[in-house]
């Protein structure tokens, strides 16, 4: 094994080096989520924007061999030799995760590399917060990854004050305080809702509930232990309206969807392609320590957290652990399912409202209007003339 990584580490760097001799293409943007797993997250809706556009960009996406992206897009194996000559050429770099792109070429001067992340709010300490507890390995290559970082996005004011603390960047790196591109779909009308019930097959009447909990770092899922049936039914109680229950699990134990049971009414949306379009449409959502939650605070719909493994989950000891602002959250939490019935059964909505106010002025300031996209892709324009 170590041989085989080892032979793997000299390929890598040979391909780097025969590769940066050639010249930059202008106008090439290579795009990557999560390391090849799909058209998705803010990269995607990034690319959409330079098609909507009409950019004369060459668009390239790195996309592992069972994904496939748009016809006007270039579509690189990943991982490739032709892999390491796109991204050598490249004029801009852009990628949602750290340690995978910028591990295959090296950085020029007059190449950007633009960093997205995948998520806007982090309940839980990361990188260099958490430094001792994570691997040498992963620590060298993180902090490579963010000297190399010319801008990162953020969507508010908390995540912003994270970056600064947390992430290794470097003085000359830019926060780009424009909102997060994925989220411009929350401000779409009513019309591209009733299109994208339509797409995922629920009548127009129906509403829908996302239960959306996080991953845990040991991979213990009893923690997903919720009586679907009883929530569905103590929520139509409650509305006198038709409910859909849909469970997506985080993409680190997706593969574990089949421990629930489905029906017409408890559906599987962990295959969704897009989850941004998934919490469009829904009506209200059922998390614990995942920041999917701050896409509902953004649409004002109802949040409930589910947190049997509470204590565990924030001893710093035993994990990340949470950070202070998690206590502050405007949302009601049960730690047993009676708890969370109890508190979906009492759910006062102009309650709720003013506690969420109140905590997006204090707290999360947001920089999203909708136009996070179009933002972005002007900065990136801008930086392709200089």
Same mark, same amino acid.
């Given at each position: ?8 580490? @000299?390929?890598?760097?040979? /391909?780097? @080096? ?25 990269? +995607? ?17 790195? !996309? ?10 270039? #579509? ?39 960093? $997205? ?39 508010? *004011? ?13 003085? $000359?790196?830019? #926060? !780009? ?13 009513? +019309? ?16 829908? !509930?996302?239960?959306?909990? *996080? ?5 213990? $899922? ?11 039914? *103590? ?19 997706? +593969?574990?969807?089949? /421990? ?25 959502? #059922?998390?614990?320590?995942?920041? #999917? ?7 004002? +719909? ?37 708890? !969370? ?46």
């Amino acid at each position: 094994m170590r041989m085989k990584s080892a032979l793997k580490s @000299i390929v890598r760097r040979f /391909l780097k @080096i025969l590769f940066f001799p050639f010249p930059i293409t202008k106008g090439k943007i290579v795009l990557d989520n999560f390391g090849g797993k799909g058209y998705g997250d803010n990269p +995607k809706y990034l690319a959409d924007e330079i098609i909507r556009q009409n950019l004369p960009f060459k668009i390239v996406w790195m !996309l592992r061999q069972e994904y496939s992206a748009p016809n006007n897009s270039t #579509i690189v194996s990943f991982p490739s030799v032709r892999a390491f000559y796109e991204l050598a050429t490249a004029e801009i770099v852009v990628d949602n995760c750290k340690n995978v792109l910028t591990t295959l070429f090296i950085k020029k001067k007059k190449q950007l590399y633009l960093q $997205t992340w995948h998520g806007d709010f982090p309940l839980k300490y990361i990188e260099k917060e958490v430094e001792n507890s994570l691997s040498p390995a992963y620590v060298k290559t993180s902090k490579a990854d963010s000297i190399r970082t010319d801008a990162i996005i953020s969507g508010n *004011t908390f995540f912003s004050n994270v970056l600064q603390d947390s992430f290794w960047l470097p003085d $000359t790196c830019e #926060i !780009l305080e424009y909102g997060v591109p994925r989220n411009d779909v929350y401000f779409r009308d009513e +019309k591209y809702r009733a299109e994208l019930k339509k797409k995922y097959h629920f009548g127009m009447m129906d509403k829908i !509930l996302l239960y959306a909990p *996080t991953f845990r770092d040991n991979g213990d $899922t009893s923690c997903y232990d919720l009586d679907f049936e009883k929530i569905r039914q *103590t929520l139509s109680s409650m509305t006198n309206e038709k409910w859909k229950i849909v469970i997506r699990l985080h993409p680190n134990v997706a +593969k574990q969807a089949d /421990l629930f049971t489905y029906n017409d009414d408890i559906i599987n949306g962990s295959d969704f392609p897009d989850p941004q379009e998934l919490c469009f449409i829904s009506d209200c959502l #059922i998390t614990d320590y995942s920041s #999917i939650m701050s896409d509902f605070m953004l649409m004002k +719909k109802p949040v409930f957290l589910y947190c049997p493994d509470l204590e565990k989950y924030a001893d710093k000891s035993q994990g990340r652990g949470l950070r202070d602002i998690f206590w502050k959250l405007p949302f009601s939490m049960g730690k047993s399912q009676d708890e !969370l019935l109890q508190q979906i059964s009492s759910f006062d909505n102009k309650n709720y409202l003013g506690k969420l106010a109140e905590f997006m002025q204090k707290e999360y300031v947001s920089f999203d209007d909708g136009h996070a996209s179009e933002k972005v892709v002007n900065y990136i324009k801008e930086k392709m003339t200089k």
